[in-house]
């Protein structure tokens, strides 16, 4: 499978909501994940950072996430994730994007969450994520419903280029 095109901030395409897979063991989702898989390995090579990837980021509307929080860790896909609950406790962060790799942007994250979702052999899952990967995960579900970190800047000035907060 190859390495994928990631959308970049502005592709109006990034606002769309994605479409329920249906069957998460299709030929089609297993292509799906395995193209998010290389393209997330490939981005981090180049760009040095990089957790996860969502599908509408390389032009798929099918909720399918996949993480990797390090190169060396066990990869997790997750179909059709929904978070069924949320800790009251937030946290603010920079957030980054490998569709506006450059920018960081504030924003407000729950600090803990659950996650139902199916794997990639179709099994219910359920998974408490905390803080990275609560941040990370709201973060991708995000994508999967159209909205950016962008959209959810705190403010004006929660803006700001990588090289400048690094």
């Given at each position: 499978?190859?390495v994928?095109?990631?959308?970049?901030?502005?592709?109006?395409?990034?606002?769309?909501?994605?479409q329920i897979?249906s069957?998460a063991?299709s030929?089609e989702?297993?292509?799906i994940?395995?193209?998010?898989a290389?393209t997330?390995?490939?981005?981090?090579?180049?760009q040095?950072?990089?957790?996860a990837i969502a599908?509408?980021?390389?032009?798929?509307?099918?909720?399918v996430?996949?993480?990797?929080?390090?190169?060396g860790?066990?990869?997790m896909?997750?179909i059709n994730?929904?978070?069924?609950r949320?800790?009251?406790?937030?946290?603010?962060l920079w957030?980054?994007?490998?569709?506006?790799?450059?920018?960081?942007?504030?924003?407000?994250?729950?600090?803990?969450?659950?996650?139902?979702?199916?794997?990639?052999y179709?099994?219910?899952?359920?998974?408490t994520?905390r803080?990275?990967?609560s941040?990370?995960l709201q973060h991708e579900?995000?994508?999967?419903?159209g909205?950016?970190?962008?959209?959810?800047?705190?403010d004006h000035?929660?803006?700001?280029?990588?090289?400048?907060?690094?």
């Open positions: 499978m190859p994928r095109e990631i959308l970049h901030l502005g592709d109006p395409q990034l606002w769309h909501p994605s897979v069957n063991r030929y989702t297993q292509e994940i395995t193209d998010l290389e997330l390995s490939d981005f981090r090579d180049r040095g950072f990089g957790r599908a509408p980021q390389i032009g798929e509307h099918r909720r996430v996949f993480v990797r929080m390090s190169p860790a066990h990869p896909p997750l994730p929904q978070i069924i949320a800790s009251r406790e937030v946290m603010e957030d980054d994007c490998f569709s506006f790799p450059d920018l960081l942007v504030r924003v407000r994250r729950h600090v803990e969450i659950v996650v139902r979702y199916l794997d990639e179709g099994s219910e899952r359920q998974i994520a803080d990275d990967l941040e990370l579900i995000d994508h999967l419903d909205i950016l970190a962008t959209d959810r800047a705190i000035r929660s803006f700001a280029m990588r090289s400048v907060i690094k």
